[in-house]
């Protein structure tokens, strides 16, 4: 089984009402970052009223030795590498501790929170 992450990032430009940005972000996901954006497409979403790609898994074994991991990782270094793109990357281990964030950019507008709550399973 193994121990498993829920894990999201969002990536969008400084200004999300920015169409030239959002249509070059969708340029970079079918040629720069076509590879990646293949193995995980089924986790993305696109939010064109937002002007924001989303990448959504559950219950996955993140692991940063993982090659596919790794290469998303990468990807997302890559992205807020580039003047106007932002990112937001949460992940949640299992552990109540295990929780990682991180985001690039100049203006990031904390698309992504953690909530915590209580759940009683009778």
Request: charged residues 35%.
């Amino acid at each position: 089984m193994g121990y498993r992450s829920q894990v999201a990032a969002v990536i969008y430009g400084d200004v999300r009402d920015n169409d030239e940005k959002y249509d070059l972000l969708k340029v970079l996901m079918n040629t720069t970052f076509k590879d990646v954006y293949t193995e995980f497409e089924g986790n993305a979403e696109w939010h064109d009223g937002k002007r924001v790609l989303e990448f959504k898994m559950e219950d996955v074994k993140w692991y940063e030795s993982y090659p596919d991991v790794k290469r998303f990782m990468n990807m997302l270094d890559d992205i807020g590498d580039i003047e106007g793109f932002n990112y937001e990357f949460v992940r949640i281990g299992e552990e109540s501790e295990d929780i990682e964030t991180k985001s690039e950019g100049s203006y990031p507008e904390y698309i992504l929170s953690v909530t915590r709550s209580i759940q009683v399973d009778l």
